[in-house]
């Protein structure tokens, strides 16, 4: 099983930028979609951002795009998520997750979660 770490949260100011990283250890991730979910408080959990094992294939939560952009470098075993013009309503814990897939317009998480990071954006 991969274990999964997030990092590069923080307290940002409305327009700010964050690039949050998941690092993953076990083992190799580069044969598994990723991803990014959020959850804000007294909200439930919700996707952001997938990305597919070649990195070629990407897709994006409607309230992110054009502002979020997720990459990897399998390499490195590492995901990112380029966070720009953040929103207030962006505040919440972000979770790396391994071996996504999609269904009936569903993400689904198969492998793993990271422990999360938190992203405040003050207004």
């Known amino acids: 099983q991969v274990q999964l770490v997030e990092s590069g949260g923080g307290l940002v100011q409305a327009g700010g930028s964050l690039r949050l990283s998941c690092a993953a250890s076990?083992?190799?991730?580069?044969?598994?979609?990723m991803g990014w979910f959020r959850q804000a408080p007294g909200k439930e959990r919700e996707f952001v951002a997938s990305?597919?094992?070649?990195?070629?294939?990407?897709s994006y939560a409607d309230s992110v795009k054009g502002r979020f952009t997720i990459s990897r470098d399998n390499a490195k075993n590492t995901m990112y998520l380029q966070m720009n013009s953040l929103k207030p309503e962006d505040t919440a814990i972000y979770y790396c997750?391994?071996?996504?897939?999609?269904?009936?317009?569903?993400?689904?998480?198969?492998?793993?979660w990271g422990q999360g990071t938190q992203v405040t954006v003050s207004s």
């Open positions: 997750a391994s071996d996504l897939r999609r269904s009936g317009g569903q993400v689904s998480v198969f492998g793993s």
């Open positions: 990305i597919s094992w070649s990195g070629y294939s990407t």
């Open positions: 076990g083992r190799t991730i580069s044969s598994y979609s």
